[in-house]
């Protein structure tokens, strides 16, 4: 099948197929005598594979390994718990920022009257450079805590 029909059988856009290849995580497919791509079943099934594991968030080097654990029989299963455990800790972390990064604004909004004065404590949290100020995530709460009072 050509480059369309895997897109569309695997649920993986045709540029994506084409970086893929390029990058080497999936093997160039075979060419038919017009020089266009032909991809067989087995290529659209590990397509579909790679898909999954985008839509559950692994990086394209983690799939890689996925992969690579997948063609092995020999595999250990704790390899690939291993490598899933690892992604699902990276998710907590981005998780737990997010947490961090929504508390600290819904602090800024509540601290913010809204109305025609022009003093803005969002604005203000904004204009200083926190990376001279090497404060955690808990000090500047704190600080936002301090603006509100």
């Known amino acids: 099948m050509n480059i369309g029909q895997a897109s569309k059988a695997s649920g993986v856009s045709a540029?994506?197929?084409r970086y893929y290849e390029q990058t080497g995580l999936i093997p160039a497919a075979d060419r038919k005598s017009s020089g266009y791509r032909d991809y067989s079943d087995t290529d659209v099934h590990m397509l579909r594979f790679?898909?999954?594991?985008?839509?559950?968030?692994?990086?394209?080097?983690?799939?890689s390994d996925l992969l690579g654990l997948w063609r092995d029989d020999t595999r250990r299963s704790a390899e690939v718990k291993q490598?899933?455990?690892?992604?699902?800790?990276e998710l907590e972390?981005?998780?737990?920022?997010?947490?961090d990064m929504a508390h600290t604004l819904t602090e800024l909004v509540?601290?913010?009257?809204?109305?025609?004065?022009?003093?803005?404590?969002i604005l203000q949290?904004?204009?200083t450079d926190r990376k001279d100020e090497d404060l955690s995530v808990q000090s500047r709460r704190?600080?936002?805590?301090?603006?509100?009072?």
């Open 15 to 17: 540029k994506m197929i």
């Open 110 to 121: 509540n601290a913010c009257h809204g109305d025609h004065r022009p003093h803005c404590p």
């Open 93 to 99: 972390r981005k998780i737990k920022g997010l947490q």
């Open 50 to 63: 790679i898909r999954r594991a985008r839509d559950l968030g692994f990086s394209v080097a983690d799939i």
């Open 125 to 127: 949290s904004l204009e």
């Open 83 to 89: 490598l899933a455990q690892g992604h699902i800790d």
């Open 142 to 149: 704190g600080a936002v805590a301090r603006r509100l009072q």
